[in-house]
C-alpha cells in the first residue's frame, strides 16, 4: 500500500483530497481515509471498522454495498459508455417522470452540480435574463455561481483569490433562508432581471434544515410574479425524501428540477429537468448548450434502474430508516437532556443532525454560524475513537442508510452518550 506513516496525504494529493471537506481541517487530526466499506461500515487502513453516518455524504441510501450490484461484469460486458443515446436511458427517464410529474423533459448528467448549472443555464435561455437568486447556507455543486455564499464545505476565506470572476457573481443576489422578508429586499433590487430562483427544498448543507410552512410557496408565486423560474435542486432530498421528493411530500411544484446522488446507486449519474416548453430550449432544438461524454453512460443508467426497481419494491425500507433514525433521534435527545444541553435534534425521514448551539432548530445560515465548532471537532473525535464515523464538518448531517441495523444504531446512540459525557468532564460542553 502506498500509504505508510511516512506519507502525508498532501505530498500528492493536492489538498491532502479530492473534495475539501475530507481533508478534516474543520475537525483537525488525523483526517479519516477510507481502505474499504461494506454496508453501514468504513474501515481505516489500520481495519479498524467504523458505523458509517458520512455514507459517502448522501448516495448510500443502500449503504455501502446494496444488493443490487451483483452481476456487475456482466453488466459491464455490454459497453460502458456508447456516446449515443440508449433504450435504458428512455426508460429511466420515464420512470423518473413517473415519481416526479414535473420533470415533463429531462437530460442526464454525470454529476449533481452539473445538473444545477444546466438547469441554470436553462432558466436564463429560456427567460432570456442572467439574474439569479439563492439562499447562503445552500449548496449546489462546485460551479462558479453556486459557490457564492455556500454551505457545506465551500466557505472560502479570500473571495478576491477564489477563481471566481466578480461578473459571474455581479447578476447574484443570495438571500436568508427561511425569510421571505429578505428575499423581497432583493427582488425589489433585482425582480425584472431575475431568470430563476434556485433553492434546496429542504436544505442538507449548512446541517439540516427544514424550510418553514409557506416558505416555498412564497418563492413560487414570487418566482411567477417576476416572470423567473424556480428551480428546486433535490440532488439530496430526491429518493433520500422518498421517490417523488421533496416536491412530492411539500406539494410545491418547481419549474426545474435537479436530481443526483442517490439515483446512481453509488455510481455518478445525474438529471435536470422540468416543463417540457422550458426545456425545449435545449440544444438542438434550441439554442442551449448542455451535453457531455459520460451523460445518460449506459453503465449507470442501468445501476439506476436498479435502484429504482428496488425502492419501488420495497417501499417498506422507508419505514424502517426512517424508525431507526427516529431511535437514534431520540437517543441523542436523551443524553442532551440528561445534561441539560438544550441543543435542537432534528430527523427528517433518515436525516439526523444536531448542532452545539442552545435554542431552536437551525432556520437560516446566520444561526449555524453561532455553532460551536470546537466542540464539534471535540465530539467528532470522541465518536471516532468510539467506532462511529461522522462528517468532519459542522455543516454536514448524518444519514442513515437501509444497511444500519437495530445494534448498529443501539452503539451510536451508546457512543453519544458517552462522547457528551467525555466533553462535559472536559468542560466543552
Ligand atoms: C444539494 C446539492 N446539490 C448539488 C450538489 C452537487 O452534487 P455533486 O457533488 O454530485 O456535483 C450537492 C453535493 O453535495 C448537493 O448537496
Not at 455501502?64 to 452481476?71: C, D, E, I, S, V
Not at 435574463?129 to 453556486?146: E, M, P, T
Not at 417523488?244 to 455518478?268: H, N, R, S
Request: hydrophobic share 45%; aromatic share 8%.
Amino acid at each position: 500500500m502506498i500509504l505508510d506513516s511516512t506519507m502525508r496525504l498532501d505530498d500528492v494529493l493536492a489538498g491532502g483530497a479530492s473534495s475539501p471537506v475530507r481533508a478534516g481541517q474543520r475537525v483537525g487530526g488525523a483526517p479519516f481515509v477510507c481502505a474499504r466499506a461494506d454496508g453501514p461500515y468504513a474501515y481505516d487502513v489500520e481495519g479498524r471498522r467504523y458505523v458509517d453516518y458520512v455514507m459517502a455524504y448522501g448516495p448510500l441510501l443502500f449503504g455501502h454495498t446494496p444488493p443490487f450490484l451483483r452481476g456487475l461484469d456482466a453488466l459491464a460486458a455490454r459497453g460502458v459508455v456508447y456516446g449515443s443515446t440508449t433504450p435504458d436511458e428512455l426508460e429511466l427517464a420515464a420512470r423518473i417522470r413517473g415519481h416526479v410529474p414535473s420533470m415533463e423533459k429531462l437530460r442526464f448528467t454525470t454529476t449533481g452540480s452539473e445538473a444545477v448549472q444546466s438547469a441554470v443555464r436553462v432558466a436564463r435561455a429560456f427567460t432570456g435574463r442572467d439574474a439569479v437568486l439563492k439562499f447562503s447556507g445552500n449548496y449546489h455543486g462546485h460551479f462558479d455561481l453556486a459557490l457564492q455564499d455556500a454551505g457545506a464545505s465551500a466557505e472560502t476565506p479570500d473571495a478576491t483569490h477564489s477563481g471566481i470572476p466578480r461578473a459571474v457573481v455581479a447578476d447574484l443576489a443570495v438571500a436568508r433562508y427561511n425569510d421571505l422578508g429578505d428575499v423581497d429586499r432583493d427582488l425589489a433590487r433585482i425582480g425584472g432581471r431575475l431568470a430563476a430562483i434556485l433553492v434546496e427544498p429542504i436544505c442538507g448543507n449548512m446541517g439540516l434544515v427544514e424550510t418553514e410552512p409557506g416558505f416555498l410557496q412564497g418563492l413560487r408565486e414570487r418566482a411567477d410574479r417576476c416572470g423567473a423560474l424556480l428551480i428546486f435542486d433535490e440532488v439530496i432530498t430526491w429518493l433520500r425524501l422518498g421517490l417523488a421528493g421533496a416536491q412530492g411530500e411539500i406539494g410545491v411544484v418547481p419549474d426545474l428540477t435537479a436530481v443526483g446522488k442517490i439515483m446512481g446507486g453509488g455510481f455518478p449519474i445525474a438529471a435536470f429537468g422540468g416543463r417540457a416548453d422550458v426545456m425545449a430550449v435545449l440544444a438542438p432544438d434550441g439554442p442551449c448548450f448542455t451535453g457531455g461524454t459520460h451523460a445518460g453512460m449506459p453503465f449507470a443508467v442501468a445501476l439506476a434502474l436498479r435502484v429504482l426497481d428496488y425502492l419501488e419494491t420495497t417501499p417498506s425500507l422507508y419505514r424502517e430508516m426512517d424508525r431507526r433514525a427516529r431511535i437514534l433521534a431520540d437517543g441523542i435527545r436523551a443524553t442532551l437532556r440528561d445534561l441539560g444541553l438544550d441543543y435542537a435534534v432534528v430527523q427528517r425521514d433518515s436525516i439526523v443532525d444536531f448542532k452545539f448551539r442552545p435554542g431552536p432548530p437551525t432556520r437560516s445560515y446566520d444561526d449555524q454560524a453561532r455553532d460551536d465548532q470546537r466542540a464539534y471537532a471535540a465530539f467528532y473525535h470522541a465518536m471516532r475513537a468510539r467506532g462511529v464515523l461522522l462528517p468532519p464538518s459542522h455543516n454536514e448531517v448524518m444519514f442513515v442508510s437501509t444497511a444500519h441495523g437495530d445494534a448498529d444504531v443501539a452503539l451510536t446512540v451508546d457512543a453519544v452518550d458517552a462522547s457528551l459525557r467525555a466533553l462535559r468532564a472536559e468542560g466543552i460542553v
